[in-house]
């Protein structure tokens, strides 16, 4: 079965800091992987998505996320946070399947950003 | 273009009471899923319709049921209510005619029920 573990429930970073935000996941195969943000009183928004060979993935606001096979590993990453990033975010992984819908996601991890 | 757009955005409900949430996606997707958002179990996934049929669903008992219509939109009931089942519940839609999640999925804001 697929499961996602969000490293840390709560991270707080000053402005202008590194974000890394940790995500480990579990699949028998490859699996489809996401990152999603959530603010306040708001849906989900895709950040990026890792669904082909490349392994680094660029998003939106900056973000990106390294696929590492070998570390089972989804981790996001800012090289500088900024106070608008301060929000929920969720990594998630579904099935590398054509017939695939479900989205399983992890905790979540709220960023606070420190003036 | 618009997007996925719920209604109501807030309910309030009692006890054994049933309520109905509407879901319209984003025009031209054919594939709409809803999701329950709690801050206990997180994000789970409700079911997923396409073309009127539904094509998966989670592990939620048969009070909850939804529905598609001819236009795409979805609705989704929940019946005799439970104080458990406040929560956001969450519609994505894409165009499900390809890829599986591969498609990037767009989520709505959210209607956020609370049973008292």
């Known amino acids: 079965a697929q499961s996602v573990t969000q490293l840390g429930s709560h991270v707080s970073v000053s402005e202008g800091a590194l974000v890394l935000l940790r995500c480990n996941y579990s699949?028998?195969?490859?699996?489809?992987l996401f990152w999603y943000v959530q603010y306040p009183n708001q849906g989900l928004q895709l950040l990026l998505k890792?669904?082909?060979?490349?392994?680094l993935v660029k998003g939106i606001n900056g973000f990106e996320a390294e696929f590492k096979k070998s570390e089972t590993s989804f981790h996001l990453t800012k090289p500088s946070a900024h106070m608008s990033d301060a929000a929920e975010y969720f990594c998630a992984v579904s099935e590398r399947r054509s017939s695939a819908s479900k989205i399983i996601f992890g905790s979540g991890t709220r960023l606070s950003i420190r003036p | 273009k618009a997007g996925v757009t719920q209604t109501p955005r807030y309910l309030i409900k009692t006890r054994g009471q049933q309520v109905t949430l509407s879901c319209s996606p984003i025009?031209?997707?054919?594939?709409v899923s809803w999701y329950q958002q709690t801050p206990g179990q997180g994000l789970q996934f409700l079911f997923e319709?396409?073309?009127?049929?539904?094509?998966n669903k989670g592990n939620f008992p048969g009070r909850f049921s939804g529905r598609q219509f001819s236009n795409s939109r979805s609705e989704m009931n929940v019946s005799t209510l439970e104080l458990g089942d406040s929560a956001l519940y969450l519609c994505?839609?894409?165009?499900?005619?390809?890829?599986?999640?591969?498609?990037?999925?767009?989520f709505g804001p959210g209607t956020r029920l609370l049973v008292l």
């Open positions: 699949s028998s195969v490859p699996p489809y």
């Open positions: 994505a839609s894409r165009p499900g005619t390809s890829g599986g999640l591969q498609e990037t999925q767009y």
């Open positions: 025009s031209g997707h054919r594939s």
């Open positions: 890792y669904t082909s060979a490349a392994t």
């Open positions: 319709y396409f073309s009127e049929t539904q094509r």
